[in-house]
Nanobody, 124 residues
């Protein structure tokens, strides 16, 4: 497993932007696809965005396409989530996660490494 620590959450007004970061340690970061998930109160954890191990492919939930951008810097062992045009319905705890090496998925059940989460609150 890889250890993950997120940062960058906060409170922002609707239409604003935030950038989340997730630093990984403990394994070869470039061997892992990475993903961001979120969980709002009373709701199941849902996939937000994913990126392949060298960053050549990215994937997004329909609800965030065109507003969020996932990227990674393998030299810094870091994955980012740039969130623009934020909406109140984006309010949630955001988690970065990694599955087993060289495996790509958007199903939370396939991910065995999770960060502690960072709260994002979007006010209307």
């Amino acid at each position: 497993q890889v250890q993950l620590v997120e940062s960058g959450g906060g409170v922002v007004q609707a239409g604003g932007s935030l950038r989340l970061s997730c630093v990984a340690s403990g394994r070869t970061f470039s061997n892992y696809c990475m993903a961001w998930f979120r969980q709002a109160p009373g709701k199941e954890r849902e996939f937000v965005a994913g990126i392949s191990w060298v960053g050549g492919s990215t994937y997004y939930a329909d609800s965030v396409k065109g507003r969020f951008t996932i990227s990674r810097d393998n030299a810094k062992n870091t994955v980012y989530l740039q969130m623009n045009s934020l909406k109140p319905e984006d309010t949630a705890v955001y988690y970065c996660a990694a599955p087993r090496p060289f495996f790509n998925s958007n199903d939370p059940a396939d991910f065995n490494s999770w960060g502690q989460g960072t709260q994002v609150t979007v006010s209307s």
